[in-house]
């Protein structure tokens, strides 16, 4: 289908940018060359999949499944423009075969194969004209790095999203919030608290207390080595929000040199519960909560 | 008037008003709700409100001193106000936000509420959950 | 795969395929509003929740960006009745949401008062700026008398 006249070759040659009205006439003469040879193709490139050594982790039924869809979505992008199609079917494709233990580097390879299979078929298609043959490969290969490009983007955010999922999970089954009584919690507070962590820490407890519906919190600080003044601007912060929820907070461990800084935080102590040791909290816990505290043959209360 | 569904909705239970928040509210519709319980803490002379703030994903530094004037303004018509409800997230922000809470009461729920109105109350009014510790 | 790599980083290339694609971002990546009354500042809460959301911020993050955005919004609605807050998801270095919001107001005299922290003045009344500014993690502020103010703010995404 060259039908190039003399002036047009001349334009090519001296205007080496892509026009416009070329593209558009461009790309379905190419998208319907590719829907044409598309056994063919897809078969040239599964083979090269497996000279690349990619896609291990799938059966050869899996293969073939996966790469005809590829290739159809692949060629339909080229044809509808539709970035939201490819988007969408790259989140699909990415949330099939990231538990199936697909790399980012082999989601990559299989689709820049793709890429150079179909280039070399158009190179084949249209060697007989160069200057056409340019024209369409400059429509042709940004297209195609674009897809590339999104494919790829699309599977590594969709990895990302994965991992922090498993990762919330984790921090769920591991959080430091024991509810040890009805409608009493404590967190003991253990190591170095940087602001990441106590952050994470107020929220697994503010979480906590809805969950087990915590009428009293116990926070005990013996564990945490330095409490300087951001980490007692942090244990402020999550006494009032957790008294937001309904909650009081008593604080446990808190030496003299703690009480200071709190002070110098200007932190009325007359108007925070802090308590020398976690049994005495614990036992002011359960008072305020209405039981009697009994200590062997001794009554309490 | 609304041809929408409600924004809010207040229920008499004996002595007390319970206002339920239905959906996040703009401030001309925060005012509204403050108006309309303070009329009617008048009007049925109730002891208690407990407003149900659990829809609103975001409580700022306007709904804040709403919900406290409207508590402070209850109080001088005799009655006690209760805020329930509020998000772990939500809590958080109005912390980090650095709003004056001291004075609002809180509970967690509607359950939590009613217990709360139903106890005695504690002198401090800057320590509403002190109970027998230091208070 | 060097290749691969190139792909995810050359601009030359993203820009060359301008016929394929129409706009060089998606339409989730960015939004702008325009604040002109109390409506807004809810919509406003709800557009910047929804923007976390598509940078797979947490609950919490999302609440206090969203909350954020309240008080600056609040801020344009009460000193210059109206203006506009442009929203934007970063990738670089890190995701986040960055909020510009702009109004064409009076503008502010004293800009460090505005923003200082004054918990003798704590209960509501001209808390938007420095509300907001212990809300995120980046924040300033440029105002001229009147010409308007904009405020620049910038949220991370928490890791781990």
Known sequence: MTQDSPSAKKLSADFPTIDRADEEQ???????????????????????????????????????????????????????????????????????????????HEVVGIVLLLRDVLARSLFEKYQGDFAYLNRVLDAYEPAANRIANTVAVSFVEERERVIR???????????????????????????????????????????????HRAQVVVVDITGAPD????VANHLVRTVDASRLMGASVIITGVSPEIAQTLVTIGVDLNKMNTIGDLQGGLEAAERMLGYTVTRSEEKGG | MDAGPALFSILRQGDYLIASIHTALDDSQMLRLQQDLIDQVGRHRARGVIIDVA????IDSFATATLRNLAEMTRLRGARTVIVGIQPDVAYAMVELGMNTATIET???????????????SPDPSRPHSVGLFG | MDAARHLLECDVCARLSGPLLKR????????????????????????????????????????????AVSEIAR???????????LMTLLEEPRKGVRIVARDNGPGIADVELAVADDFSTSNGL???????????????????????????????????
């Open chain 2, 55 to 58: 829809p609103l994903d975001v």
């Open chain 3, 126 to 160: 001209g808390l938007g700026l420095p509300g907001a500014r212990r809300l995120m993690d980046e924040f300033s502020l440029t105002s001229e008398v009147g010409q308007g103010t904009t405020v620049t703010m910038t949220k991370w995404r928490s890791e781990g």
């Open chain 1, 227 to 230: 409490v300087d003044e951001t």
């Open chain 3, 75 to 85: 801020n344009i609605v009460r000193f210059a009745g109206d203006g506009w807050i």
């Open chain 1, 165 to 211: 999922q498993q990762q919330d999970a984790i921090r769920e089954l591991s959080t430091p919030v024991l509810p040890v009584r009805e409608r009493l919690l404590i967190l003991p507070i253990i190591g170095v608290l940087d602001s990441e962590r106590a952050r994470q820490l107020t929220e697994q407890l503010l979480i906590a207390i809805r969950t």
């Open chain 1, 26 to 104: 461009l790309l379905p003469q190419l998208v319907s060359h590719l829907r044409e040879h598309r056994t063919r193709l897809r078969q040239d490139w599964a083979g090269r999949i497996d000279g690349a050594h990619l896609l291990q982790a799938m059966t050869p039924q899996e293969m073939a499944a996966e790469t005809t869809s590829v290739y159809d979505n692949y060629v339909e992008v080229l044809e509808t423009g539709s970035v939201e199609a490819l988007q969408h079917y790259a989140r699909d494709l990415s949330e099939r075969i990231i538990p199936r233990g697909v790399e980012t």
């Open chain 3, 24 to 67: 060089g971002k998606t339409e989730d990546d960015e939004v702008r509003i325009r604040v002109k009354g109390d409506p807004d500042i809810v919509e406003a809460r709800k557009r910047a929740r929804q923007l976390a959301a598509h940078s797979d911020f947490s609950r919490t993050d999302a609440t206090l960006l969203a909350t």
């Open chain 2, 107 to 121: 509970a967690l729920d509607l359950e939590e509420g009613l217990r709360h109105l139903n106890r005695p109350r």
